[in-house]
């Protein structure tokens, strides 16, 4: 059989052919097949980016799976002509609900030729567009037919850097989609007239559960007007602006309609350096018994800010990640953060990254490791720490036993960085016994001898464990050849760094 050939696995509802590097030969061979596969309900041709230019040859025979619900043509290199051949095809398909067509950069300036084949009674739920070029006049063909999409709960045209020049067509159409759950428009080129103009939508989406508007630089200060409208979205679950220069003004207008979004449980507001002081008003207005993940790295929080977070930890009883890497007001006041901890938290993803911490700071997370308030923990991020001493590393390791649930372990070096690990790598090995679910552990710049990569293996086969260390280490060399460095077990030529 065709997908066997392929080894794939063949379900009569089902049928999985991403990244097998399917050729033209191959899609007339499929077409074949379409005629005994009548219950199929799912075809993922995805990231197959030879057969480009050969659609046709396919859509015409998508009259025999009438019962297809989801169709995946991601990175495939189509082309016009292949994006024309879909859209004729869509009456064959009439219970298509999900249709994923991102990275395919030659749609862009051509998407009318898929729109203008919708028809009344559409039943797509999920569209994908990710990084397609999509130009102003796709914007506004799409605006034009998102009447003819009732059913619309999932709208992704991030990575389009050009879509804001239609923004204002397509906005005026979105407001018809009141069923619509997801809208992503990261990296869209959005400006602060871009914020306000989207913003005008909102209240009539009051379905709206995610809203992804991140990595548009430029819309910083668009935030502060279009804030009375984000409070209409009282549904929402998850908001991620990270990357979008807001200001303090932004933040000033987010926290008044804070308290509008009390369905909210994730925040992302990383990589915005102009918002650490007014994140101290933030926190309290956010519904905390509700929050799950919350990711602030690299807002140049102030101490005030942070104090705020700690003295509220106590009733974040549902968060599961938490990132704050990047703040430097961490270092020397972890036991602000970890000290409000009660017992069984749902925490599982605590990010440090470069945070100034100190030896004081390891020695309260050992505590609080100890003490089993991190027991489901699944991964701690403590790169880029060069402050901590070898001390606090040494005594983190020794009581690292109440990490039962650790699987990932990160304490790699800032790359400009080289030290000696041997001050703490017998506490290491001690520990490992005690960390039954570690899987990953990350020690980038930490200079180990051959001796302790082999004690490192040697833990593994005397364990029966299959924990991957992630270590480099030197080998000295004759004069005028340069070291190995080996990261693992791949060798790396490298210079050496002095």
Known sequence: MFAQKLGKKPDSRSLSLNHCDLTATDVVELATMLPFLTLLEELDLSWNDLIGGALKALTFHLQHINKLK???????RL?????????????????????????????????????????????????????????????????????????????????????????????????????????????????????????????????????????????????????????????????DLHLCCLTEEDMEGLNQVAPSLCDLTMLDLSSNKKIGRMCQQLFPSLPLCKMKRIVLNNCNLTKASYQSLGDLM????????????????????????????????????????????????????????????LASL?????????TVGDQGWALFFQEVGGL?????????????????????????????????????FAMQRWLLSLQDTERLDAFNKESKRNVRFDYCFSTPKPDGEEPVEQWGGSKIIKKRET
């Open 79 to 239: 082309t016009a002509e292949d994006l024309t051949a879909l859209g004729e095809a869509l009456d064959y398909i009439p219970m298509l609900e999900i249709l994923y067509l991102s990275w395919n950069n030659c749609i862009g300036g051509n998407l009318h030729t898929l729109t203008h084949k919708l028809e009344v009674g559409c039943r797509v739920k999920e569209l994908h567009l990710v990084d397609c070029q999509l130009t102003a006049r796709d914007a506004k063909s799409l605006g034009e037919r998102l009447c003819l999409l009732p059913c619309l709960e999932v709208l992704d045209l991030s990575a389009n850097k050009l879509v804001a020049g239609g923004l204002e067509d397509l906005t005026q159409e979105l407001k018809n989609t009141c069923r619509l759950r997801v809208l992503r428009m990261q990296m869209c080129g959005l400006q602060q007239d871009s914020i306000c103009t989207l913003g005008n939508a909102f209240p009539f989406l009051s379905a709206l559960q995610q809203l992804d508007l991140s990595c548009n630089k430029e819309a910083g200060g668009g935030f502060k007007q279009a804030a009375a409208q984000i409070g209409h979205l009282s549904r929402m679950q998850n908001l």
């Open 404 to 440: 039962q649930g650790l699987g990932e372990l990160d304490i790699s070096l800032r790359p400009s960085s080289r030290r000696d690990p041997s001050p703490w790598l017998d506490s290491l090995l001690s520990a490992l016994h005690h960390l039954p679910a570690l899987t990953d």
């Open 314 to 373: 106590l009733q974040l009883s549902e968060l599961e990640t938490l990132n704050l890497s990047w703040n430097k007001c961490v270092g020397g006041s972890l036991k602000l953060l970890l000290d409000p901890l009660q017992p069984n938290p749902r925490l599982q993803e605590l990010k440090l990254s470069s945070c100034n911490l100190t030896t004081e700071d390891m020695v309260h997370l050992a505590s609080v490791s100890k003490s089993g308030k």
């Open 70 to 76: 989801t169709l995946k043509l991601s990175s495939c």
């Open 378 to 386: 699944r991964l701690l991020d403590l790169t880029y720490n060069d």
